[in-house]
């Protein structure tokens, strides 16, 4: 298995708190990937990074925000919760971008704004 | 918007049994994977096919690329319990090869 973690595995929270979600990988891959996961929607690219400090969006990336200052490292902040972003969230790694683009993902947070 | 559809959504279907399942779009991508995801967990990737027309075999799993690269089926032989979960695929597309993916087909074999 491809070592990713992410922290943390559960998470309750208020609308309108901050809440950040860390994604851990020890495979020194380049790209590393936020998604969502809701019933009928399926997963849904949030942000994605494609090396230290550089990110682009996703298809679903308002009210999210991320930041990669290590290889290892990316996390996934949102700056006020909202219940619509109650989900499971994966994140994801893979070693090239071409066409070989084949994505390794943790366990997943599932996390329920109220 | 690039979309890829899944049917069915959900099968129910007895231990031996076969069974296929698609992935269709109206757009061309570059390669397609398919993963299977259980629940509480990440999905894990089956196989990426690449070449129009392809087909791969992974034990009772056979998996094809359509001729336009722009569908792709997931045949099982013989299905088990242990097949049960759900199946996504995913394709590559547009000049930064992004991947897209479907909505998936909840499996489930009935012993």
């Known amino acids: 298995d491809a070592g990713i973690t992410q922290s943390p595995r559960h998470k309750v929270t208020e609308t309108g708190t901050p809440v950040t979600l860390r994604c851990h990988q020890t495979e020194n891959h380049r790209y590393m990937y936020w998604y969502r996961q809701d019933p009928g929607h399926g997963l849904r690219l949030i942000h994605y990074?494609?090396?230290?400090?550089?990110?682009d969006k996703g298809e679903v990336s308002d009210g999210y925000s991320v930041s990669r200052s290590k290889t290892e490292d990316f996390l996934l902040t949102l700056e006020s919760a909202t219940s619509s972003q109650t989900s499971v969230y994966f994140c994801?790694?893979?070693?090239?971008?071409?066409?070989?683009?084949?994505?390794?993902f943790g366990p997943g947070t599932r996390l329920t704004v109220l | 918007t690039q979309l890829l559809e899944q049917s069915p959504q959900f099968l129910s279907i007895q231990e031996g049994e076969n069974l296929t399942v698609y992935c269709n779009s109206s757009s061309v991508f570059s390669s397609l994977q398919w993963y299977r995801q259980e629940p509480g967990e990440g999905p894990v990737l089956l196989v990426t096919?690449?070449?129009?027309?392809e087909v791969k075999k992974l034990k009772r799993l056979t998996f094809q690329f359509g001729d336009a690269r722009k569908d792709s089926s997931l045949h099982i032989t013989a299905a088990q319990p242990g097949d049960t979960g759900l199946y996504l695929c995913a394709g590559a597309v547009g000049r930064d090869d992004k991947i897209i993916f479907g909505k998936g087909t909840r499996l489930h074999i009935l012993p």
């Open positions: 994801a790694i893979s070693s090239a971008g071409g066409s070989y683009n084949e994505q390794f």
């Open positions: 990074s494609y090396g230290v400090k550089d990110t």
């Open positions: 096919v690449v070449t129009g027309g």
